[in-house]
């Protein structure tokens, strides 16, 4: 099997334990010299920035499947230790936000796996910062998946 997913996606999700330990320790650095007895308004700045970030993550990263690999007439999803296989002609759209930072492809299933009606995942980009054009797996995907789907049609 072929892993058709991004690697980078562990930076990012990284980034988002770092984004909030950053904001504890600024707390409790807030919280030991007594700055917030005196002004209890610099506690608003990293509670805004606290629930910003974790909508942000949310929608943007902690939404995606860990890993996806490519099985010929398959797909291997997996996501925090569980794990569904998908076939092709399950799938019915491969769409892409193209301009995502992490990008994004998200596939809409005919019938709902373990993970749903819809599952969204960074696509393998060597180039992603300099992201133009529509990825090489969203393409193969899109003809795969219409193939399989006509193939199985009653």
């Known amino acids: 099997m072929k892993k058709i997913s991004s690697n980078w996606l562990v930076g990012a999700k990284v980034f988002g334990y770092l984004w909030f330990g950053m904001l504890g320790f600024m707390t409790i650095m807030f919280i030991k010299s007594g700055v917030l007895t005196e002004k209890p308004g610099f506690l608003v700045g990293p509670l805004l920035l606290g629930v910003a970030g974790y909508y942000w993550m949310r929608r943007t990263v902690w939404s995606l499947m860990d890993e996806v690999f490519d099985g010929g007439d398959f797909l291997v999803v997996k996501k925090g230790g ?3 296989q998908i076939p092709l002609e399950n799938i019915a759209d491969v769409s892409e936000a193209m301009y995502s930072r992490p990008p994004r492809v998200t ?3 005919v019938t709902p796996g373990k993970f749903g009606s819809k599952i969204a995942f960074s696509p393998k980009n060597p ?3 300099l992201q133009s054009s529509s990825s090489p ?3 193969d995907l899109t003809i795969r998946t219409e193939r399989a789907r006509t193939m199985h049609a009653p």
Do not use: R, T, W
């Open 127 to 129: 180039f992603f910062l």
């Open 82 to 84: 569980v794990e569904d």
């Open 137 to 139: 797996v969203v393409k």
């Open 107 to 109: 596939l809409s299933l």
